[in-house]
């Protein structure tokens, strides 16, 4: 669906080796001690990396669990393009810095968009309206920029309104912020991408917004 394609494109450890298991004598004091590979000196502790525990989801019934499992998986298929897109907006911007003249700066923001939409335009073609939806969601966790306002700002108010008008044919709101605090929904997408991230099965990249995600699962759960 090219409505899709016309969001998208506006838009830019410390690990032991082994371990001496012989005891060294230190103040006459036996010890274990360590060598961490890449440090020529023992070590009487390991420096380990955080644990970060969430907690377990309760939910009302098996309907709702449904719900959440069909929206983790489209939340993992669109996140990557969310992701993406706030990597090319921070290099667009940053180019555009360089190009002193307006004309230069719309035909080489054109040229970009060009590219991205022969680059996606096949994916993006598949996402059903609900993915769409997430992935506007998404663009704003990442970018902390509506997808109407970054329309309005690379491109002109008009283009903005008449993207926005085309996408309320699918039931989709180019205005629509993510919103964790209030809107459950969100919640739930917010704690997909942190187990998504603790599993590996997501790449992290920190969001724009102002709210913590363990502020959140204890407000939530209180609900």
């Known amino acids: 669906m090219k409505l899709y394609i016309y969001i998208y494109s506006l838009l830019f450890s410390l690990f032991v080796s082994g371990q001496n298991d012989s005891l060294i004598k230190y103040d006459s004091v036996p010890k274990d001690y360590f060598i961490v590979k890449g440090d020529s000196l023992y070590n009487d502790a390991i420096n380990l990396d955080d644990v970060v525990m969430l907690k377990r989801l309760r939910f009302v019934d098996n309907k709702e669990r449904i719900k959440y499992l069909i929206l983790r998986r489209k939340t993992r298929k669109v996140y990557p393009y969310a992701k993406l897109a706030a990597e090319r907006l921070i290099t667009l911007k940053d180019n555009l810095t360089h190009i002193k003249s307006k004309r230069k700066q719309k035909k080489y923001t054109k040229r970009i968009q060009k590219y991205i939409e022969e680059e996606f335009s096949a994916e993006l073609k598949k996402l059903t309206r609900t993915e769409g939806q997430i992935l506007v969601k998404l663009i704003h966790r990442q970018t ?18 008449w993207y926005n008008s085309t996408a309320s044919f699918f039931n989709i709101s180019l205005k629509q912020e993510f919103d964790p605090v209030n809107i459950q929904e969100d919640y ?13 099965v997501l790449e992290r990249q920190e969001h724009k917004l102002e709210f913590d995600y363990f502020e959140l699962s204890d407000k939530w759960s209180l609900k």
Do not use: C, H, N, P
């Open 188 to 200: 739930y997408i917010e704690d997909i991408l942190m187990r998504s991230f603790l599993d590996q």
């Open 144 to 161: 902390g920029i509506t997808a109407f306002d970054l329309v309005k700002e690379l491109r002109s108010g008009w283009r903005a309104f």
